[in-house]
């Protein structure tokens, strides 16, 4: 079967989206319009669970979040004036309802659910750890171990249980928490994962992207700083900083990929970014050509700001179909190759007899490219050349992406010759980490202290990653049940 995209087999994924309103009339709703817009950060699973002052309510399912949660006795079924909302894929723990969030815990101090956005690379050894000293999981997830820690907590507030647990974990974490004072919001000490905070008249609101905020008619107050906890709570706004300071090394591919482009991430624009990108890209590698053709969508923006830096037309050389179903059951192998039309078709009128420049966000499996470049080449193209906007992806993600595992990774067992071949391309370049450094508004990438975590392309991972050391694993790291 294949999913919305046919190529999603070979795109880098976010783990998740979450977004959490405080003081709104039918606040889950809100929640599930605030959940459409960030669809793009995780299609397997959605969730929301809402606070109506005595009781928690939460609703859980597959699937998108059209389907879910546009139903009246759905929403009519999560009441109160609080929520918070997920949208998934997995990255540690199985496809499963059990590890959709939010997640929810009765705790000494009363009512807990929390929304995680991120990684926890020491998961699998403070589970361990756990599970020895009694604790009793009812997921595979990681964020099922930050519940377990700040419910053994020895402190006594709940705000101190929080404290106390996020000290022991290592990773990456932007979390909505849900408890019966209020609501409290946070980021990790690097800011791995994105976090913004937003208002509407007197209701609060958190999200992964300021898109969400669009969508629901808040205005953007500001990104929840890096390490940073925010409480909110009988109308009052509180900010703590509990932790020890150091650098921030928030994801640099938000702005390649993962964000949508009408978002603002660490007060840059994703789209301006992305058109800065393929200038850098144009002015790195430069070649002869009749046109530049996005591989849509992720490629439009850097393929406008290539064709712009160039003076190379840009134009749709590929068209996307908007109307694919979730799932089409494809009736033999025979034809599983022609699944990459159900999404993009040539233009083919335009590219027959043309020499193009084909811009894409990445290359991860090299599967897509491979079928793009071949896809041009029989719609007659004269030369088809790949340029990329980004590093060679070399190295797989610990903290909330889904990476295949290391040796799966194309550019990290091919050179960049080996890797035009491979793809059938006339040429093949990349950005450099330099120049994506530029388009961000960076002299230069300091490599003693690196503004972004930019792992996938350089190795250079900003925190210990205790469990791959541990377990040797070579890709994203799954919980399993140990004793």
């Known amino acids: 079967m294949l999913t919305t995209n046919p190529f999603d087999d070979d795109k880098l994924r976010e783990e998740c989206g979450i977004f959490g309103v405080y003081n709104a009339e039918g606040a889950s709703a809100m929640v599930a319009l605030g959940l459409h817009a960030l669809q793009h950060r995780g299609q397997e699973a959605a969730g929301i669970t809402s606070f109506d002052g005595s009781e928690f309510h939460t609703h859980r399912a597959m699937g998108h979040v059209a389907g879910n949660f546009d139903r009246e006795d759905i929403i009519r079924g999560l009441p109160g004036s609080i929520a918070a909302g997920h949208v998934r894929y997995s990255t540690t723990g199985e496809t499963s309802l059990r590890n959709v969030q939010p997640l929810y815990a009765d705790l000494a101090t009363g009512g807990f659910a929390v929304a995680h956005n991120g990684n926890i690379s020491n998961a699998i050894h403070l589970r361990r750890e756990l599970v020895r000293r009694g604790s009793i999981f009812q997921s595979t997830s990681d964020t099922e171990v930050i519940i377990h820690l700040v419910a053994t907590s020895a402190q006594k507030s709940l705000l101190d249980r929080l404290i106390d647990a996020l000290k022991q974990v290592e990773g990456a974490y932007s979390l909505i928490c849900l408890t019966p004072e209020g609501m409290i919001a946070c980021r990790d000490p690097l800011g791995i994962r994105p976090l913004v905070m937003g208002r509407l008249g007197e209701t609060i609101i958190f999200a992964s992207e300021t ?55 660490d007060g840059n624009s994703v789209y301006s970014v992305r058109k800065a990108i393929g200038a850098e890209l144009a002015r790195e590698n430069g070649v002869d050509a009749d046109y530049v053709i996005p591989v849509p969508d992720s490629g439009t923006p850097a393929a406008i700001g290539y064709a712009e830096a160039s003076g190379i037309p840009f134009e749709l050389g590929i068209i996307r179909s908007h109307y694919v179903g979730r799932t089409f059951i494809q009736p033999g192998d025979g034809v599983r190759h022609l699944g990459v039309k159900l999404k993009h078709n040539a233009n083919r009128n335009l590219v027959a007899g043309k020499r193009i420049v084909l811009i894409d966000d990445s290359i991860v499996r090299g599967t897509t490219s491979l079928k793009i470049v071949q896809m041009m080449r029989e719609a007659g193209a004269k030369e088809v050349h790949m340029r990329i906007a980004s590093p060679p992806t070399t190295n797989s993600c610990f903290y909330g992406v889904d990476t295949p595992e290391r ?75 140990v004793g």
């Open 407 to 481: 040796e799966k990774l194309l550019a990290s067992r091919m050179n960049i010759a080996e890797m035009c071949d491979y793809i059938h391309a006339d040429s093949l370049a990349f950005l450099t980490i330099e120049g994506l450094y530029r388009a961000l508004g960076e002299a230069r990438r300091d490599a003693a202290c690196p503004r972004y975590c930019d792992a996938c392309f350089t190795g250079d991972y900003p925190t210990k990653l205790t469990d791959f050391d541990e377990h040797g694993a070579a890709g994203q790291l799954k919980l399993r049940v």
């Open 211 to 265: 898109v969400a905020l669009d969508i629901v008619g808040a205005d953007f107050i500001r990104s929840v700083d890096p390490g940073e906890i925010v409480v909110v709570r009988e109308g009052a706004i509180g900010s703590h900083k509990p932790f020890f300071p150091v650098s921030p090394r928030p994801c640099i591919f938000e702005h390649v990929y993962f964000s949508r482009p009408d978002s603002i991430v």
